[in-house]
């Protein structure tokens, strides 16, 4: 860099531009004034040359303190920029201001309070914050130590990660036709086209559009937000999409999720929940691979000691049409909730299943999803909705269609329904922590959480044990060793064992995992979900069955061939419902023979049997019965 020369003065102030001080004007050394005119330079101001044979220039704006580096395009912003690194390539035209005060936060370590909205469960924003880590520091303050030691790695990662004089807009940004842009730090290239105002946030390959409005924000890769939207102390995470006007305030927002219309109040928001309507409302919730029906809503505050209460739905669960939940409350995985629901049931050791309101009641249904097609289908489509950028080092998501954490619950309801039946063999209604089985259902609840374990423990084993040398010497030790390993837990995306969680729990305590890089990998060794397969299914085999090793194999291989092929008949029965006389209501309006309806209606949506998901899950099933026998044989 050097000083500007005198004919270059010269030739700037021809072209309209003027300076405080022309001494504090540093140019590279390439420097050519052709590429400035009708700019205000104010303080330390360095330059670098535009090729005007390509469109590049800076006209029509003000620039206090500012770097800009080469071949950019800015024009026509209206109050100026102050404390801006403008890196190569960007395009700024039509703004109305830009401005950055290095006293002033840029998202990044701002306090929000996600669930509680009173604040006893607080975190800082930053960018090394992954669903992982925030469920976590969010759920770990049983524990002073590790909440504590948590909190100073989150202040460690904003320290290190501090502007200094100058917020950098990174190589090829483009902001357009936008209003204020104030402590607004873009490290990733992104792109802001007709943003109203975005106020101390940190931006990273993010792509926000028209009259969206930010205050303490922090996007992450990939993420879209634009048609009106409205976010206050937020976090975004990767493949994110935001539009429809949807409004949220101390939410954290991980990957995949599609959020449009509603509303977002202090709620902890895991991978791949979906909320498309209007008049919902996500409250003090913590949901992942969610999907929210029109018109959900929840409920925080019992109006005594504030805002406290939250619930936590744990994954894949759905509510219909107009559902509301009474905080607090946990729902068990994979659970759909109709009807208003005030009871603030604990169903978490029952996942699978029917949370259905009755009048001031709840009755619980457990177990009955697992014979849904809806299920299976869920549990296809999240993989091909994936979005993220970093898929080793941001969100970490295990789309197994049962991931350990709920294997691991539903043997926690298995044995928690036939102790209720054992305890009162003689009742029609059993009533567990708010909610109401009834007797039927429990029965058919035990018999299908029995044949989903058991096939969970078939199919793994079958696989591992197949192509093995002394496949079940190797078992028998492995089942020895392991009989401990049936408790699991769901982190927004990822199943942690137990012993791992408490092993974190001691390297936290003694400052041993010091930052966010080696939690974020004490992460990633979990994800390696092929090592808690086998552990778990040994263990459940010693626990569901009697005998030996090989005799314990050979009746669950047994008893899971059975299981596999009812299940199928009635996943598949399940299916054709979508084309029974009821479904066919309102197909052949245009004809007056009997048959039209059933004719439409083939011709449009094909025979169920013939749809590619349904012949997928077929010949899935057959191939896991083949492996089945082979091993029993």
């Known amino acids: 860099m050097r000083a500007l020369r005198e004919d270059e003065k010269e030739r700037l102030v021809n072209a309209g531009c ?16 052709d590429g400035y005119e009708n700019v205000t330079f104010a303080g330390d101001v360095f330059l670098a040359r535009q090729d005007v044979r390509i469109g590049s220039k800076v006209k029509n704006v003000r620039l206090e303190n500012c ?62 914050l ?90 992450m890769p990939g993420s879209v937000i634009t048609e009106s939207c409205m976010l206050h102390r937020c976090f975004v995470g990767e493949g994110v999409r935001m539009d429809g006007g949807f409004s949220a305030h101390d939410t954290l927002i ?74 607090p ?5 994979f659970t759909k909730v109709v009807g208003r629901v005030m009871t603030q049931p604990d169903t978490r050791h029952f996942p699978f299943s029917e949370l259905i309101a009755e009048g001031n009641n709840t009755k619980l249904r457990p177990a009955t999803l697992l014979a849904s097609i809806g299920t299976l289908r869920d549990q296809d489509k999240w993989y091909w909705r994936d979005k993220r950028v970093h898929k080793e080092s941001g969100d970490l998501i295990d789309y197994s269609a049962v991931p350990p954490s709920v294997v691991s619950e539903m043997y926690a309801g298995y044995n928690e329904l036939r102790l209720l039946l054992e305890q009162r063999p003689e009742i029609e ?9 009834e007797r039927a259902d429990l029965l058919s609840g ?101 005998g030996t090793t090989e005799q314990r194999l050979t009746a669950c291989l047994t008893e899971a061939l059975k299981v596999s092929e009812r299940t199928e008949k009635e996943v598949l029965r399940d299916a054709a419902k979508e084309q029974s006389s009821r479904v066919q209501v309102a197909y052949g309006l245009l004809a007056s023979d009997s048959g039209a309806a059933a004719r439409e209606l083939s011709l449009l949506k094909g025979n169920t049997d013939e749809l590619p998901f349904i012949k997928q899950m077929r010949a899935q099933r057959e191939e896991e019965r083949c492996a089945m026998e082979r091993l029993l044989s």
């Open 130 to 219: 992954t669903a992982q880590i925030a469920y976590l520091t969010v759920f770990a303050r049983h524990n002073p130590s590790v909440s504590t030691q948590l909190s100073s790695i989150a202040e460690q990662y904003v320290a290190e990660h501090k502007l200094g004089k100058q917020a950098r807009i990174a190589s090829g940004t483009v902001i357009e036709f936008a209003g204020t842009l104030a402590n607004v730090h873009i490290p990733e290239a992104s792109t802001l086209s007709g943003v109203k105002r975005i106020e101390r946030a940190t931006l990273c390959h993010t792509s926000i559009g028209d009259n969206v409005i930010m205050e303490d924000v922090v996007t």
């Open 329 to 333: 409350a946990v729902i068990g995985s």
């Open 254 to 327: 991980f990957a995949n999720s599609h959020l449009s219309n509603g509303e977002a109040s202090a709620a902890l928001l895991g991978p791949h929940t979906v909320s498309m309507h209007r008049s919902t409302l996500l409250i003090g919730s913590s949901v992942s691979f969610f999907n929210a029906g029109s018109g959900t809503n929840q409920s925080n505050h019992h109006y005594r000691l504030g805002p406290m209460h939250y619930g936590v739905m744990g994954r894949g669960c759905k509510t219909a049409s107009n559902a509301y939940l009474l905080w």
């Open 429 to 437: 209604r059993y009533n567990v922590r708010g909610a109401a089985i």
């Open 446 to 546: 035990i018999d299908r959480y029995r044949g989903a374990l058991v096939l969970f423990v078939a199919n793994t084993l079958a696989q591992w044990c197949l192509g093995r040398t002394a496949a079940l010497k190797a078992l028998h030790a492995n089942a020895r060793q392991k009989q401990d390993a049936l408790v699991y837990y769901d982190l927004f995306g990822i199943s942690v064992s137990e012993a791992d969680l408490t092993r974190l729990y001691k390297q936290l305590e003694r400052k041993k995992v010091r930052n966010v890089d080696q939690l974020a990998e004490f992460f990633r060794q979990c994800d390696n979900q092929n090592r808690f397969l086998i552990p778990l299914a040994t263990a459940l085999l010693a626990q569901l069955f009697d």
């Open 18 to 33: 003027r300076a405080q001080s022309w001494d504090t004007i540093q140019v590279t050394d390439d420097f050519y004034p």
């Open 67 to 128: 770097e800009i580096g080469q071949n950019v395009k800015i024009e026509d912003v209206a109050e100026g920029i102050k404390g801006y690194h403008i890196e190569r390539g960007c395009t700024l035209r039509h703004i109305g201001r830009m401005v950055y005060d290095e006293k002033e936060l840029c998202g990044e370590g701002t306090e929000i309070a996600p669930l509680d909205e009173t604040g006893s469960r607080s975190l800082l924003l930053h960018r090394g």
